[in-house]
């Protein structure tokens, strides 16, 4: 059986880009034929750039051709996809709602901007709900992404289109957002890597809340090598973005060099506390990855930091955010919104002075609890959900285990809490589930040590690969 170079990771390709053993040309040829035949069942992509991706393709080729491997980007040839709230030049710009069904961007986002000088080719859009609202990737305007390892159930969400595509070898690395899991929740359900990185790491812009710490911008791929190396290209300072900081883009790929966990103190935890109620395959799941952790010497312990009322920070700041965001588009267009959104804006337009400060007064308890707790520990090892990947259609899982959840947020607290403290956080894929669905696990560390996260998922990736296995509508179509 020939190889199928669709599925190689993004690193391989630049390896074998500039050692002349493969052309970018031929990898686009293939993600192009991939997408044909899986696109239509999986709804990835909503938007193509077919014409400009293949001439940017052959170009990067004759490129490497004219001896220029010396002077090519670290993503020279690499196809990429972007998410459709974000701005691509010359591409549809709808955030997955009919608000903005005809809009078409004029320039590029910063991040698309850095891919491109990196090298990067964007394929197309990705499909997200409406903007970008929620767990699972489903709108009027496009409809639901569907989960490569059973497309009847939802890719997850709200970065669910950059996942499936990932995951069905549409390209090895989708860009995304992540408040409260938009990265890391499809990357769990989908098999994938995701990364949630300190706030201001990466730039956003254009950004209306640009001094807003909780979304942040990132990329998925297949294995954490990619993401390290996407992160170089996309960190740094930039002017418009004020959060934004220096970097040093060389210690993501030093991570990379030789990565252990020996000696670490690792700590894990099946719901951080009891937070949520975990399906008992996840919580057996994120076990045995301890158990590997401390098959690689770390010293591993069951524990969490204190997250109690977590709640009472996340649901007055998301409304805030949404309603800072939406509240002008639910006053004029609330029947062309998914309900979900309109009840987080009018959630944030009710908010009491109290509430608001009681929730930032707890923002700052459960960050000072999360920093003695990364004192004495360098990761925490916990579920990036609760449940594994349910079907298309649903919009949130009302109850887990058999209790009932209090609101359509409540499901992805897990991965909230390293948003609501500012850490970084890693998805990897831990597992399966006995139905075949993939299970996700984040990696969380200490404040701005990205490298720690990189080096963690890299040791645990090489003790526990996961990168032979491909959704089975990928195996049925051979090479």
């Not at 996340?314 to 919104?337: E, F, N, W, Y």
């Not at 923002?363 to 707790?373: D, N």
Request: glycine fraction near 10%; charged fraction near 20%; include cysteine.
């Amino acid at each position: 059986m020939s190889e199928d170079i669709a599925l190689l990771s993004a690193a391989e390709m630049v390896r074998r880009f500039r050692a002349g053993a493969l052309a970018p040309s031929d990898v686009m040829e293939a993600v192009f034929r991939r997408i044909d035949a899986l696109n239509p069942r999986l709804n990835a992509y909503v938007t193509l750039d077919r014409e400009r991706a293949m001439a940017a393709s052959r170009a990067a080729t004759e490129a490497l051709a004219r001896g220029g491997a010396d002077r090519a980007g670290p993503l020279h040839g690499v196809p990429v996809s972007i998410k459709d709230v974000t701005p691509v030049a010359g591409l549809r710009w709808t955030f997955g709602s009919p608000l903005h069904a005809d809009q078409v961007a004029t320039e590029d986002a910063l991040i698309v901007q850095r891919l491109k000088a990196a090298g990067a080719i964007v394929v197309g859009k990705t499909n997200t709900p409406d903007f970008a609202f929620g767990g699972v990737t489903d709108n009027v305007l496009f409809g639901p992404t569907r989960n490569p390892w059973d497309p009847r159930m939802t890719a997850g969400g709200s970065t669910g289109g950059g996942a499936a595509a990932v995951a069905a070898g549409m390209g090895p690395i989708a860009h995304g957002g992540d408040l409260g899991g938009s990265l890391r929740t499809p990357a769990a359900f989908c098999g994938i890597v995701g990364f949630r990185s300190s706030p201001g790491l990466v730039p956003i812009w254009p950004n209306p809340l640009p001094w807003d710490p909780n979304i942040v911008e990132g990329t998925m791929a297949r294995t954490v090598e990619d993401i390290a190396l996407s992160l170089a290209a996309i960190a740094g300072a930039d002017p418009r973005a004020p959060l934004s900081y220096r970097a040093d883009q060389t210690r993501f790929m030093a991570a990379l060099a030789a990565p252990r966990v020996e000696g670490w103190r690792v700590a894990w935890t099946p719901d951080l506390g009891g937070l949520l109620p975990v399906e008992p395959e996840i919580a057996a799941a994120v076990e045995r990855a301890a158990e590997a952790f401390r098959e690689m010497g770390a010293v591993v312990e069951r524990a969490s930091p204190d997250f109690g009322g977590l709640m009472d920070t996340v649901l007055p700041s998301r409304g805030l955010i949404m309603a800072a965001l939406h509240a002008d588009k639910v006053a004029t267009d609330r029947a062309r919104l998914p309900p979900a959104l309109v009840w987080n804006v009018e959630l944030g337009l009710k908010l009491s002075p109290e509430s608001i400060a009681k929730g930032e007064r707890t923002r700052g308890v459960l960050t000072q609890r999360a920093a003695a707790f990364f004192a004495r520990h360098d990761a925490l090892l916990l579920p990036t959900e609760a449940v594994a990947p349910f079907e298309v259609g649903i919009d949130f899982p009302a109850s887990i285990n058999g209790v009932p959840l209090d609101n359509p947020i409540h499901w992805f607290a897990l991965a909230y809490a390293a948003t609501a403290v500012g850490l970084p956080a890693l998805s990897v894929p831990a597992g399966f589930t006995r139905a075949g669905l993939p299970i996700g696990m984040q990696i969380v560390v200490g404040h701005r040590r990205e490298e720690a996260a990189i080096a963690a998922g890299a040791a645990f990736e090489a003790a526990r690969p996961w990168a032979h296995r491909v959704p089975p509508c990928v195996a049925a179509l051979g090479t």
